[in-house]
């Protein structure tokens, strides 16, 4: 029995690891605190970890892990971002779910946009207090306008299709353009200055943390939409504030949240929040915030089970190469020039 210490885990999670790990001989043991170097303990004596997206596993908790024989590192998630995979390189292997349901988060950023243009949240409270008033409620339409697409993989590629269903101009930014697709790539600096809406479909690397920040903002058409599902880290959200303060964004809508790590996930309602930075957010009329749940549908949690499930066989079961392993080694962390057919470490 392969034993698995499951940190931060969320009833929702349940269901389908214990239905596909209990099929194949994986016993997870669940945790409700995250990982960190103050809980990476209870990993003691698994053969391999499983992380979400707010876990810390940096080059401490690598450490840890490797003194504990912990092999193996499963991310249940596409990104990547809170894992040091340098560290873990040579000591443990960095497994993901490269595509669990790109339909659940790009259908999401949808909702969250037409929800902000049509003021249907507004409309919604206003309603249950029998306030049928129809001031202040005026949107606009998406037909005919252009939408700018940051990062072009497969959820952004299935917002853009959704986004040419509603008539919408469709231009994109991305350093490695698909060949197919009939898709416009535009430069940065371009893509801010043409679009109405911006939305946000790339990974967070160094390169592209703060990517919206005040100079980019600057460069935007005043009135613009910010739509942001990937990783918080995005957006600077200092920035994106003052934005919204002088009037050159028009609404935002946020699914990520950079220091969303301690706030996200929990019920956090009878409580103070100490985070001013999101309060202020959260309390500005054309801002949308939703708690990180883009991925969650029923189809994403069983695809995300079923997939890290498979992961963990295919390194202790099936000679430990598996294609949705992270390494380091090559320098190109999800596409190794080994294809996969041999162990990097």
């Not at 024989?69 to 390189?89: E, H, Q, T």
């Not at 003052?242 to 019920?267: P, Q, W």
């Amino acid at each position: 029995m392969i034993q698995v210490a499951f940190y931060d885990t969320k009833e929702y999670d349940k269901p389908s690891f214990e239905q596909y790990g209990s099929q194949h001989g994986v016993q997870f043991r669940f945790l409700e605190t995250k990982l960190n170097e103050d809980t990476v303990e209870l990993a003691r004596g698994c053969d391999a970890v499983c992380v979400f997206v707010n876990d810390t596993v940096n080059a401490a908790v690598i450490e840890r892990l490797h003194e504990y024989g912990v092999k193996l590192i499963a991310l249940r998630s596409a990104g990547y971002n809170n894992v040091d995979v340098r560290a873990a390189f040579g000591k443990v292997h960095v497994v993901h779910v490269p595509a669990y349901s790109p339909y659940a988060v790009a259908e999401h950023a949808i909702a969250l946009l037409l929800t902000s243009v049509r003021r249907t949240h507004k409309a919604y409270n206003r309603t249950r207090d029998f306030n049928f008033s129809l001031s202040g409620l005026t949107g606009f339409d998406l037909h005919g306008k252009t939408v700018g697409v940051i990062g072009t993989g497969k959820i952004g590629r299935i917002f853009i299709d959704i986004c040419r269903g509603f008539g919408m101009h469709v231009i994109a930014y991305d350093r490695f353009p698909a060949q197919d697709g009939g898709i416009e790539y535009v430069s940065l600096d371009e893509l801010f200055a043409r679009s109405d809406i911006i939305s946000l479909h790339c990974p967070l690397t160094e390169e592209t943390r703060h990517m919206i920040d005040a100079d980019a903002i600057g460069k935007m058409k005043r009135g613009v939409v910010i739509v942001n599902t990937s990783r918080g880290g995005l957006v600077d959200a200092e920035a994106l504030l003052e934005g919204i303060k002088a009037r050159r964004v028009g609404a935002a809508c946020l699914d990520v949240y950079e220091e969303e790590a301690d706030v996200f996930f929990e019920d956090r309602s009878g409580h103070i929040l100490n985070d001013d930075l999101l309060s202020r957010l959260i309390s500005m009329p054309n801002v949308i915030v939703t708690s990180h749940q883009a991925f969650l549908t029923a189809e994403a949690l069983d695809n995300i089970a079923e997939t890290t499930v498979g992961n963990i066989l295919s390194y202790f079961e099936r000679d430990g190469i598996c294609d949705n392993e992270l390494c380091y080694r090559c320098g190109n962390i999800e596409r190794c020039r080994k294809d996969r057919k041999e162990r990097c470490f």
